[in-house]
Each structure stands twice: as C-alpha cells, then as structure tokens.
Nanobody, 117 residues
Framework: QVQLVESGGGLVQPGGSLILSCAAS????????MSWYRQAPGKERELVAR????????NYADSVKGRFTISRDNVKNTVSLQMNSLKAEDTAVYYC??????????WGQGTQVTVSS
C-alpha cells in the first residue's frame, strides 16, 4: 500500500521558517523523483521544488529560489522542504508527489502552511 504522509505545516510569521517532511512507503522510493507542490485558494497547483532519484539534481520555482531547499534521504525514505524567509504568498496547502520515469506517480494528502502575522 503506497503512502505519502506530509508533516510540519502550520502557522508562521512572515520571515520565519518551517520544515516540511514527507514519509514514503509502499514503493521503491530511491527510483522515484520527489517533488513538493502547493495550491493556494483559488489558484492552480504549482510545482515548488523537485529532487531527482539520486538526489544530486534539484529544480525550484523562481518564486522560491534561494529561500527553499529540497532534500531526500533514500535510506529513511523521506523528502524534506526547508522553507526560509517565508512570505504571505507562500500560504498554501503543500503536497508531496512521487513520480517514476515510466509514468507511475503518487500524491500525499497535503499539509497547510499559513504565513501571517
């Protein structure tokens, strides 16, 4: 049974930091690229950051470059998103996604991040 379980969301003040984690099970984690997406109210879901299977290649949305860092642990089957210098516009539900080159993919249930004073 495939599971992606996100944690670490919450309420943070502008300029603050949060670390999101996603624990994966039920598939061969090390062969999947892992991504964080987010969806704000009334907006489409967008890619925030991606890390490829070996962990040496990452991509970021322009809006988060220099502030967010994605990392993975292929032993613990986890992927994390370190978010610094948070802004109100980072408020969204954040989703973890696993994607295989052959086409299979899985989504987590999402975790709410709210940036507000």
């Amino acid at each position: 049974q495939v599971q992606l379980v996100e944690s670490g969301g919450g309420l943070v003040q502008p300029g603050g930091s949060l670390i999101l984690s996603c624990a994966a099970s039920g598939f061969t984690f090390s062969t999947y690229s892992m991504s964080w997406y987010r969806q704000a109210p009334g907006k489409e879901r967008e890619l925030v950051a991606r890390i490829f299977s070996a962990g040496s290649t990452t991509n970021y949305a322009d809006s988060v470059k220099g502030r967010f860092t994605i990392s993975r642990d292929n032993v613990k089957n986890t992927v994390s998103l370190q978010m610094n210098s948070l802004k109100a516009e980072d408020t969204a539900v954040y989703y973890c996604k696993a994607a295989h080159a052959l086409g299979s993919g899985y989504w987590g249930q999402g975790t709410q991040v709210t940036v507000s004073s």
